[in-house]
Antibody, heavy 121, light 107 residues
Framework: QVHLVESGGGLVEPGGSLRLSCAAS????????MSWIRQAPGKGLEWLSY????????YYADSVKGRFTISRDNAKNSLYLQMNSLRVEDTAIYYC??????????????WGQGTLVTVSS | DIQMTQSPSSLSASVGDRVTITCRTS??????VNWYQQKPGKAPNLLIY???SLRSGVPSRFSGTGSGTDFTLTINSLQPEDFAVYYC?????????FGPGTKVDIK
């Protein structure tokens, strides 16, 4: 059974940092592209970043470029999102998701349950 | 960036109704549109990929059509468990973008 579990969320002050993790199980993690997507409270979905199978191809949304870094450890079946210079507007539930095929033309399936990040003083 | 619009933004329907949600993209995206369902407090779940392919395990009352810039999600015979928010998403180009969502609630 394919399963994704995020962790690492919490309360952080503006300008602070946080590292999210996503533990994958039930599939061969190293064979799949992965993404982070977030959802601000009561708002819609915003794609943030994706990483290919071996990390040479990485893309970010403009809203997080230069502040967030996606990475993966295939030996640990884990995806990460290092978030620096956090802003109040980064407050959201952060989801990791698998892309079943290469990025273009693909889709997000499944999603993790999400981890809440709150940026507030 | 490719902009996504959805209509309506919300609708009220009864169990057994047929519901149609429309998604429009700001440029042509072939058939690279996916649909997700999100229930309160839960993560989104994939319903339809590549415009019209039904994800395994999703009831056949859900269907999708479209290509180019205009796409449709149809729910035939709405069931109580279908009351949720529905999002379309394009995967034609990066950044991947989502529609603003359509909330389907009980009339």
């Amino acid at each position: 059974q394919v399963h994704l579990v995020e962790s690492g969320g919490g309360l952080v002050e503006p300008g602070g940092s946080l590292r999210l993790s996503c533990a994958a199980s039930g599939f061969i993690f190293k064979d799949y592209y992965m993404s982070w997507i977030r959802q601000a409270p009561g708002k819609g979905l915003e794609w943030l970043s994706y990483i290919d199978t071996s990390s040479p191809s990485i893309y970010y949304a403009d809203s997080v470029k230069g502040r967030f870094t996606i990475s993966r450890d295939n030996a640990k079946n884990s995806l990460y999102l290092q978030m620096n210079s956090l802003r109040v507007e980064d407050t959201a539930i952060y989801y990791c998701a698998r892309l079943p095929t290469s990025s273009i033309g693909s889709w997000f399936d499944p999603w993790g349950q999400g981890t809440l990040v709150t940026v507030s003083s | 960036d490719i902009q996504m619009t959805q209509s309506p933004s919300s609708l009220s329907a009864s169990v057994g109704d047929r519901v149609t949600i429309t998604c429009r993209t700001s440029q042509r995206v072939s058939t690279y549109v996916n649909w997700y369902q999100q229930k309160p407090g839960k993560a989104p779940n994939l319903l339809i990929y590549a415009s019209s392919s039904l994800r395994s395990g999703v009831p056949s009352r859900f269907s999708g059509t479209g290509s180019g810039t205009d796409f449709t999600l149809t729910i035939n015979s709405l069931q109580p468990e279908d009351f949720a928010v529905y999002y379309c998403q394009q995967s034609y180009s990066i950044p991947f973008t989502f529609g603003p969502g359509t909330k389907v609630d009980i009339k």
